[in-house]
């Protein structure tokens, strides 16, 4: 990896987001819930389908929406206080929805 923070948030979350979809593919865990995968890789779309554990779902559902935010302009904003998510935050969790100030009220 390159770097860093030279990538683009939009490269940084499709990179999360086929490295999940790579772990997934290489195991598979009997008894979990399959759930449809979108994912906008090189501009197609692919729908796949996994067996995935809530932790992982959430994981991809996470980079998701943070694609979505994207492509809707709100991408590095709080959605507690509408500031912009400081830097490092971002550059560490690129799907993160909040700043540190009101990541850290949270119980
Ligand atoms: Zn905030």
Known sequence: MSIRSANPPRKRLLVQLSQAVETLALRKEPGLVAVPLEGT???????????????EFTHFENISNALIRLEQGIYGRCMFCGRRIEADVLAKTPWATECLGCGDQKP
């Open 41 to 55: 890789l090189d501009g197609k779309v692919k729908v796949q389908f996994f067996e995935v554990s809530n932790r």
